[in-house]
T-cell receptor
Framework: EAQVTQNPRYLITVTGKKLTVTCSQNMNHEYMSWYRQDPGLGLRQIYYSMNVEVTDKGDVPEGYKVSRKEKRNFPLILESPSPNQTSLYFC????????????FGPGTRLLVL | TQLLEQSPQFLSIQEGENLTVYCNSSSVFSSLQWYRQEPGEGPVLLVTVVTGGEVKKLKRLTFQFGDARKDSSLHITAAQPGDTGLYLCAGGRSGAGSYQLTFGKGTKLSVIP
């Protein structure tokens, strides 16, 4: 089944404790991105990647890192999480830069205490 | 500054009624997408419109892209309880080797049986 998977789905952590949210897609998509969704603010793009080893900042990249060493995986790294990073995170992928249909993962709900 | 303004933010209607959701911007987009999101899940693409003035129909849903490619509308005829959800519009912009999708804050629709 074609899908985007994220792990974990739920995470509670404390300020400053490094964490990684994994994202994997099995559709051989080139384009992948991370979003956060907050009440009243909607979905905002954090980082995106157009292909392996090619990443770029979205609208709200501060406090986040990403890597794209393999085509199928696009982990989101929070080196030192803070409470303002408490949010619902979505990973998405699409076939390529010009294939604009994005497929979203199920989301990761993060609480930073 | 919110690039895409959606209205209304909340809409509660009776089953069988018609409704229209609007997505407006001062910017021109290469494409405009509509997504539907249910609680606990990621957004799912409903439609993509790319040509100014384009109209697409998906059963009881009608999508229109403005002539100037700055705005769009979603019209639902004879709403059903199954239409309940968060409707998101997203504008795509392609640059030199880059692509970004910007989301509106969404319209939360409740259809009461």
């Amino acid at each position: 089944e074609a899908q985007v998977t994220q792990n974990p789905r739920y995470l509670i952590t404390v300020t400053g404790k490094k964490l990684t949210v994994t994202c994997s897609q099995n559709m051989n998509h080139e384009y992948m991105s991370w979003y956060r969704q907050d009440p009243g603010l909607g979905l905002r793009q954090i980082y995106y990647s157009m292909n392996v080893e090619v990443t770029d900042k979205g609208d709200v990249p501060e406090g986040y890192k990403v890597s794209r060493k393999e085509k199928r995986n696009f982990p989101l790294i929070l080196e030192s999480p803070s409470p303002n990073q408490t949010s619902l995170y979505f990973c998405a992928s699409s076939l390529d830069l010009y294939q604009e249909t994005q497929y979203f993962g199920p989301g990761t709900r993060l609480l930073v205490l | 500054t919110q690039l895409l303004e959606q209205s209304p933010q909340f809409l509660s209607i009776q089953e069988g009624e018609n409704l229209t959701v609007y997505c407006n911007s001062s910017s021109v987009f290469s494409s405009l997408q509509w997504y539907r999101q249910e609680p606990g899940e990621g957004p799912v693409l409903l439609v993509t419109v790319v040509t100014g003035g384009e109209v697409k129909k998906l059963k009881r849903l009608t999508f229109q892209f403005g002539d100037a490619r700055k705005d769009s509308s979603l019209h639902i005829t004879a709403a059903q309880p199954g239409d309940t959800g968060l409707y998101l519009c997203a504008g795509g912009r392609s640059g030199a080797g880059s692509y970004q999708l910007t989301f509106g804050k969404g319209t939360k629709l409740s259809v009461i049986p």
